[in-house]
T-cell receptor, first 115, second 113 residues
């Protein structure tokens, strides 16, 4: 158990809908990262937050947004969903800002299926 | 554009033998490399890392080798055990893009008892 929790574990929805994925980092970790893993793909970095502020941005679509709250949990919002958004979404957390060699601890993921 | 590549989707090895997993990268600005292990229905778990200033890092049965001139990274597992059967991802960090990590597509290792 990495200490990172993600809810829900599975989500099935329809095209055009909007969903919210939630992540609670390990106790004391300030950084939260979101990744997408599509079929036969590696993990694609979406976005990182550090202590409530956006720190780094990867290949995140404009239909997707994220935020980190004062209690350090994070939410990833996916809107106008398309079939191609079906994937595993992982959240990871690390302790420091990332200037040193941070280890990222991953949650179990949320499997999103868009029908 | 895939900056980190794992060209072998799968690998099978006999128990007790050496497992060698390979990873190639294209970005010469990567300064930190990691290997993660992933079991089904779980998130990736950190295994071992190496800084670009080193060429080898060892942790028990796991050794990571870095060849910067060839832009090549490898993970050696000796001796391999059935519990090592999992998907292994290599990842690299480019500090110029903040703390963004780039992951390979993974290699599925099966250790045969």
């Amino acid at each position: 158990d990495s200490g990172v929790t993600q809810t829900p574990k599975h989500l099935i929805t329809a095209t055009g809908q909007r969903v919210t994925l939630r992540c609670s980092p390990r106790s004391g970790d300030l950084s939260v990262y979101w990744y997408q893993q599509s079929l036969d793909q590696g993990l694609q970095f979406l976005i990182q937050y550090y202590n409530g502020e956006e720190r780094a941005k990867g290949n995140i679509l404009e239909r997707f947004s994220a935020q980190q709250f004062p209690d350090l949990h994070s939410e990833l919002n996916l809107s106008s969903l398309e079939l191609g958004d079906s994937a595993l979404y992982f959240c990871a957390s690390s302790a420091r800002r990332g200037l040193d060699t941070d280890t990222q601890y991953f949650g179990p993921g949320t499997r999103l299926t868009v029908l | 554009d895939q900056q980190v590549k794992q060209n072998s989707p799968s690998l099978s090895v006999q128990e007790g033998r050496i497992s060698i997993l390979n990873c190639d990268y294209t970005n010469s600005m990567f300064d930190y490399f990691l290997w993660y292990k992933k079991y089904p229905a779980e998130g990736p778990t950190f295994l071992i890392s190496i800084s670009s200033i080193k060429d080898k890092n060892e942790d028990g049965r796991f050794t990571v080798f870095l060849n910067k001139s060839a832009k090549h990274l490898s993970l050696h597992i000796v001796p391999s055990q059935p519990g090592d059967s999992a998907v292994y991802f290599c990842a690299a960090r480019d500090l110029n893009t903040g703390n963004q990590f780039y992951f390979g597509t993974g290699t599925s290792l099966t250790v045969i008892p």
